[in-house]
Structure formats: C-alpha cells, structure tokens
T-cell receptor
Framework: GDSVTQMEGPVTLSEEAFLTINCTYTATGYPSLFWYVQYPGEGLQLLLKATKADDKGSNKGFEATYRKETTSFHLEKGSVQVSDSAVYFCALSDLVGDYKLSFGAGTTVTVRA | GAGVSQSPRYKVAKRGQDVALRCDPISGHVSLFWYQQALGQGPEFLTYFQNEAQLDKSGLPSDRFFAERPEGSVSTLKIQRTQQEDSAVYLC???????????????FGQGTRLTVV
C-alpha cells in the first residue's frame, strides 16, 4: 500500500538557519504530495502541495519539489524563524484532492532565537 | 464558526465505556473526514462522508467504531467498549468540494484527545 517515510526529529535550529526535512514515498500510481504543518495548539494546516512530477509547491518561504525518479518530496526553507517551530507532516493522496491522505510520522522542528 | 470545531477537546474513558466524539465542519462543506492519530505518529484515515453518505469506511479499525452524519453537517464518531489501544487524537476535516478528484483543500479541526484508562 501507499506509505510515506520522513526524517525523524526532533530538529533544533537557530534562527536564519537552512531547514530541510526529507520525505520519500511509496505508491502504486501517481500520487499527489503534500506538506502539512501543525503549530502548537492548532489543527493541521496545508503548507504546500504538488500534484505531478517536477511540480514545485511553495508557501511562506517553504519549497518542495515532486521528484518521481527518487520518489521524494523534501521540504526546504532557506532562513527559518522562531515562528516556524511546529510539527511538519509529509503526506500523499492517490487523487488530486487531499482525500484519504497517508501521512508520515511527523518531524518536530524547534527554532531558537 | 470560522473553522472545523471538535468536542470534547479531551476525553478520559474507562475501558469498556462507550464514547461519542463530535465534529462541526465548516458551514457548506460537503466532504468530511475522520482520522486517528496515535502518539508520535501521523494521522491515519478512518472514514469519509460526502454529505450524509458514508462513501468510504475502510479505515475503521473494528466494528466497535461507527461514524454518522445524518443531516450532512455535524458528524459523530462513536467508539463502543473502548480499549486502551483506542487512545489517540481523533481528527476531523472538511472540504467544500464533493468530488475527490478536484484540487481542493481539507481543513482540520484541533482534534479530540481520547485516553482510555
């Protein structure tokens, strides 16, 4: 079945550092890929998504590129802020919309001032 | 309200007790999803509604789990004879579109944390 494997945390960074969270997937078809973020005390929020190979999703300075050849969707941000402290989840769906998502285990990121 | 609302936020149940978890989706949203998130894990799909129709319940772990959405708005997830392995955060999400193929976003509630003792 479909599955997602993401980098284990926790990850602790200083402000303005470069962040990367690795995500690889296994799927039988051509899934859509997502990154969700959960800030402390809040619900899951969609951060960005890509629906086909070589698409790049971007939002709030974060980027991820759908790499079919390496079955990866790594999340990157060039300069993190304290407000980026959160849990990040990589996910996939067999369909364009985010229905019946398969999530990774999540990576906790803490940014220190 | 502006977002997906779930209640209660926290529930402690004795093993064997029945529980009911409520989800109020965003007004007008057609699709509704339930997910289960165990500690330290990502959410896992439980079931999906389109209006009042339960179109997919493949993720429900046992027949002790039952979900309904009788009027196509509020949904209730019921767990009968709770067991310790049911302890988790139960997330509800809703989206506007009624076709899963569309490029739509699901909005998540904050979840209900269930602890079975």
């Amino acid at each position: 079945g479909d599955s997602v494997t993401q980098m284990e945390g926790p990850v602790t960074l200083s402000e303005e550092a470069f962040l990367t969270i690795n995500c690889t997937y296994t799927a039988t078809g051509y899934p859509s890929l997502f990154w969700y973020v959960q800030y402390p005390g809040e619900g899951l929020q969609l951060l960005l998504k890509a629906t086909k190979a070589d698409d790049k999703g971007s939002n709030k300075g974060f980027e991820a590129t759908y790499r079919k050849e390496t079955t990866s969707f790594h999340l990157e941000k060039g300069s993190v802020q304290v407000s980026d402290s959160a849990v990040y989840f990589c996910a996939l769906s067999d369909l364009v919309g985010d229905y019946k998502l398969s999530f990774g285990a999540g990576t906790t990121v803490t940014v220190r001032a | 309200g502006a977002g997906v609302s779930q209640s209660p936020r926290y529930k402690v149940a004795k093993r064997g007790q029945d529980v009911a978890l409520r989800c109020d989706p965003i007004s007008g949203h057609v699709s509704l999803f339930w997910y289960q998130q165990a500690l330290g894990q990502g959410p896992e799909f439980l079931t999906y509604f389109q209006n009042e129709a339960q179109l997919d319940k493949s993720g429900l772990p046992s027949d002790r789990f039952f979900a309904e959405r009788p009027e196509g708005s509020v949904s209730t997830l019921k767990i009968q004879r709770t067991q310790q392995e049911d302890s988790a955060v139960y997330l509800c999400a809703s989206s506007f579109e009624d076709r899963v193929e569309t490029n739509t976003e699901a909005f998540f509630g904050q979840g209900t944390r269930l602890t079975v003792v």
